[in-house]
């Protein structure tokens, strides 16, 4: 059974790498390319990794429960802001293959797609050229976007209450400790965290009932001393 919860863990990409690359020699003039450059800057790309549902469902493990909707892990892209004076070539590094999109392409000036690939970190390039009919095909703009994959190690056992890097379920830098290592890393720390844990409960009982204790062995001494002081005055009297 596949994970029911939605973790989302939403990242904006900071846009880097502004190159304006329309030169002096661009067919626009002045104020054209001014307007392009800046409708050029807002185009920026986002990304959501996150638990989604498949729209199959199974029956719940509760009886009486209504059937559960099973979810799967996804990476949804997005890139914002491409105007029809504008157009984007988003090349990404696994494949090296280029696509070309223009506002008719795009929901409202976005565009969206589903990684399919989940098991590898991709990377895009997307540039951003003018679709002006005075200078078409001149580049304005470029950025790149990161995206991550699905980090199967946070499925396993040991990573349970782990908030650190290995243990993250969508990660944009490959794991090259081998599995086995960070298990034992794991396993070893969950050991000692458990030590920790029991000598503390230790403490914490001895703190929460210190004043018993003493007040315990206060009373045993004070019993003890006043038997031992009865059978003295027996003593004496016999």
Not at 179 to 188: F, G, L, S
């Amino acid at each position: 059974m596949m994970k029911s919860k939605k973790g989302l863990f939403i990242l904006s990409l900071l846009c880097f790498l502004f190159i304006p690359t329309i030169h002096a020699a661009s067919t626009c003039d002045y104020e054209t390319q001014v307007q392009l450059k800046k409708e050029a800057a807002n185009v920026n790309g986002v990304y959501e990794a996150g638990w989604y549902g498949t729209g199959e469902f199974e029956d719940s493990e509760i009886e009486g429960h209504e059937p559960i909707e099973i979810t799967a892990p996804e990476v949804h892209v997005n890139i914002y802001n491409i105007t029809e004076d504008l157009y984007v070539v988003i090349k990404d590094n696994l494949t090296n293959s280029e696509a070309v999109y223009y506002y008719e392409d795009t929901d409202n000036g976005t565009l969206s797609w589903i990684r399919e690939d989940i098991d590898n970190i991709v990377e895009y390039e997307v540039k951003v050229y003018s679709n002006h009919p005075d200078c078409t095909g001149e580049e304005i703009y470029k950025f790149n976007l990161k995206t991550p994959k699905y980090n199967k190690l946070s499925y396993e056992y040991y990573c349970v209450d782990q908030n650190d890097y290995y243990c993250q379920e969508f990660i944009t830098q490959d794991v090259t400790i081998p599995a086995e290592e960070i298990q034992r890393i794991y396993e070893e720390r969950k050991e000692s965290q458990q030590t920790i844990i029991e000598e503390e409960s230790k403490d914490n009982f001895f703190k929460k009932y210190f004043i018993y204790i003493i007040i315990g062995i206060v009373t045993l001494i004070g019993v003890a001393a006043i038997v031992m002081f009865i059978r003295k005055q027996r003593n004496k009297v016999i």
